[in-house]
């Protein structure tokens, strides 16, 4: 089955603190793999996907494999990062669609 | 930078009744999509169009629901008689290409059926 998987429907950190929203996926295939984060009354938008490997605004993810995980990670949380993050799934197989985890809150608080 | 936009923000109808929701996608996109987010729940694919037809629909996208794009600008979906469990945020997005590219997503509208 194709599933993405948040463990933490909530994550609150202090600001300065390291950050890591876990994402695990199952699928078949060679997935892509990308992380979209939603700021208060504002779009879904993306953050990063795996196959550009860039650093957006800090965060960073990497797609392990063997792990079948692909965790967001920052090191030192800022307060504007507050928002909704979800991890999605797109298969090479799958016509485009987008397969969404539950999302993870992350609140940094001052 | 171009944005998907979506028209109404927000609409509440009564059980039974016909709903239009409109999306605009970026204009030089071919791929158009439509997902909906029931109140704490997960953000869930509906259907994918490409070249004036369906790629693919979910299992949620039944006889209730259709997709066009009467125009060439508009992407509408079309839900024919309301239920209260189609209460949710829905979300149009599109993309240049397909699969393992960048979608860009709309804000959505709220639908709220009484």
């Known amino acids: 089955a194709q599933r993405v998987t948040q463990p933490e429907k909530l994550l609150s950190v202090f600001k300065g603190a390291p950050v890591e929203l876990k994402c695990n996926y199952s699928y078949s295939g060679s997935p892509e793999l990308f992380w979209y984060v939603q700021y208060s009354r504002q779009r879904l938008q993306l953050l990063l996907r795996?196959?550009s490997r860039e650093s957006i605004k800090g965060f960073t993810a990497d797609l392990n494999k063997g792990e079948t995980s692909f965790h967001l990670k920052k090191p030192f949380a800022q307060e504007e990062d507050s928002a909704m993050y979800y991890c999605a799934l797109s298969g090479s197989n799958q016509g485009g669609k987008l397969i969404f985890g539950q999302g993870t809150e992350l609140s940094v608080k001052p | 930078e171009p944005e998907v936009t979506q028209t109404p923000s927000h609409q509440v109808t009564q059980m039974g009744q016909e709903v239009i929701l409109r999306c605009v996608p970026i204009?030089?996109?071919?791929?158009f999509y439509w997902y909906r987010q029931i109140l704490g729940q997960k953000v869930e694919f509906l259907v994918s169009?490409?070249?004036?037809?369906?790629?693919?629909k979910s299992e949620i996208f039944d006889d209730q629901f259709s997709v066009e794009r009467p125009d060439g600008s508009n992407f509408t979906l079309k839900i024919r008689s309301t239920k209260l469990e189609d209460s949710a945020m829905y979300f149009c997005?599109?993309?240049?290409?397909?699969?393992?590219?960048?979608?860009?997503f709309g804000p959505g509208t709220r639908l709220l059926v009484l």
């Open positions: 169009f490409y070249n004036n037809e369906i790629s693919e």
């Open positions: 997005a599109s993309s240049g290409a397909l699969g393992k590219e960048t979608q860009y």
């Open positions: 204009s030089n996109h071919l791929y």
């Open positions: 795996h196959i």
